[in-house]
């Protein structure tokens, strides 16, 4: 388990080190534990070492929050990760990718109206980012508004001719949606 000394107030670096590694990595419960320490770390102890600057110290934290929101999507948990985007989106505003996973998060949850809101702000933020329009476009066919989402499919492809998700998923709007091929991501 992943601790601070309480003896000395602060987190020891390696153990610091080592909850970054799991806070970055792909298996999602070592992820949680990891950024839930780093997150505890700051909070509790101040670990100024842990996130630089006051000014670096958001932009890092908010990536804390973020990954620790991943792993709860990867662990099927969207409303869990739909809070930590929300925390890492207090901490960095402009924050596009944080915009596009709380996106999907509530995509998991069927609140399309709430996963193109986010989509919306994150395309506002960086127009050319892919992955916004292909997910909104998927919310939009769910909503059963295909010529909405045949444009964003056809933007997707403009901003990414190897995007093969949305050559894929440009076939949908034409038919109801299908079970499986249609998932944000």
Known sequence: ALLASPAAGKVAPGRADEA?????????????????????????????????SRAEAGENLAI???????????????????????RALRLMPRFAGALVNRGIAWYQLRRFDRAIADYDAAIRLQPDLA??????????????????????????IQLNQNYGNALINRALPSSPPRPGRDRPN
């Not at 590694?21 to 780093?38: H, K, M, V, Y």
């Not at 804390?64 to 929300?86: L, M, Q, T």
């Open 131 to 156: 992955e916004a329009h292909n997910n909104r476009a998927l919310a939009w066919h769910k909503l059963g508004d295909y010529a909405r989402a045949k444009t964003d499919f056809d933007r997707t």
């Open 20 to 52: 970054w590694r799991a806070c970055s990595g792909e298996n999602a419960d070592a992820a949680i534990a990891g950024c839930t320490f780093l997150i505890g770390s700051r909070v509790e102890a101040g670990c100024t070492f842990l996130f630089g």
């Open 64 to 86: 804390v929050w973020f990954n620790r929101g991943n792993a709860w999507r990867a662990k099927d948990e969207p409303s869990r990760a739909i809070a930590d985007y929300g």
